[in-house]
Nanobody, 115 residues
Framework: QVHLMESGGGFVQAGGSLRLSCTVS????????MGWYRQAPGEQRELVAV???????TYADSVKGRFTISRDNPKKTAYLQMNSLKPEDSAVYYC?????????WGKGTLVTVSS
């Protein structure tokens, strides 16, 4: 069974940085896309960034130039480096993995950015 575990969330002042990690446990087909999504209170979950199995990233406009998604395939881990954080980046950040016919979500990690 596949599980995703996020880590790295926390409290940071505006302008600061955090690095989120998402590690996959269990057996998974090697060709998969991983992504980060976030959900603020009262808001819908939204895409932050995704990276396919070729390492090609896609970003939401709101985070372009500030966030970087990467992955380490042997470690089955994806990362989200978040720089120049803003209060509006505060949310629960979720990791998502999409493989052949299957989608998995982590339980989320909270990011709080103070002004």
């Amino acid at each position: 069974q596949v599980h995703l575990m996020e880590s790295g969330g926390g409290f940071v002042q505006a302008g600061g940085s955090l690095r989120l990690s998402c590690t996959v446990s269990g057996s998974i087909f090697p060709a998969y896309t991983m992504g980060w999504y976030r959900q603020a209170p009262g808001e819908q979950r939204e895409l932050v960034a995704v990276i396919n199995n070729f390492g090609m990233p896609t970003y939401a406009d709101s985070v372009k130039g500030r966030f970087t998604i990467s992955r380490d395939n042997p470690k089955k881990t994806a990362y989200l480096q978040m720089n120049s954080l803003k209060p509006e980046d505060s949310a629960v950040y979720y990791c998502k993995l999409v493989a052949v016919k299957m989608t998995y979500w982590g339980k989320g990690t909270l990011v709080t950015v103070s002004s």
